[in-house]
C-alpha cells in the first residue's frame, strides 16, 4: 500500500514562509520523482515544483521561482517544498506527487508524470 502524507501548510501573512513535508512510505518514495501541485478554489490544479530522480534536476514554475525551494531527504523519506516571501495569490491546498520512470524536463510539470499523491495541506496566505 502506498502512503503519502504533507503537513505544514496553515495560516500565514503576507511576506511570511511556511516549510511544506511530504512524508512517503520508503518503497513508493525510492527511486521516484516528487512534486509539488497546487489548487486555488475555482482554479485548475498547477504545478508547483519537482525534482527528478535520475540527476536530481530541480523545476519551478515561473510564479514561484525564486521564492519556494524544494528538496527531499532520502533517509527519511521525506520531500520539502519551503515557501518564502508568501503572497496572497498562493492561497491553496498543496499537494505531494511521486512518480516513477525518467521524464524529460518538460514533462515534470504535467500531473500524468506522477502516480501517487497525498490528501493535501491547506495554506492560507492573508493578513
Known amino acids: 500500500q502506498v502512503q503519502v502524507v504533507e503537513s505544514g501548510g496553515g495560516l500565514v501573512q503576507p511576506g511570511g514562509s511556511l516549510r511544506l513535508s511530504c512524508d512517503a512510505s520508503?518503497?513508493?518514495?525510492?527511486?521516484?520523482?516528487t512534486a509539488w501541485f497546487r489548487q486555488a478554489p475555482g482554479k485548475e490544479r498547477e504545478f508547483v515544483a519537482a525534482?527528478?530522480?535520475?540527476?536530481?534536476?530541480?523545476s519551478y514554475s515561473d510564479t514561484v521561482k525564486g521564492r519556494f525551494t524544494t528538496s527531499r531527504d532520502n533517509a527519511r523519506n521525506t520531500v520539502y517544498l519551503q515557501m518564502n516571501t508568501l503572497k496572497p495569490e498562493d492561497t491553496a491546498v498543496y499537494y505531494c506527487a511521486l512518480g516513477a520512470g525518467s521524464p524529460i524536463t518538460s514533462m515534470l510539470k504535467y500531473a500524468s508524470t506522477y502516480d501517487y499523491w497525498g490528501q493535501g495541506t491547506q495554506v492560507t496566505v492573508s493578513s
Open positions: 520508503g518503497r513508493t518514495f525510492s527511486r521516484h520523482n
Open positions: 525534482i527528478r530522480w535520475s540527476d536530481r534536476h530541480t
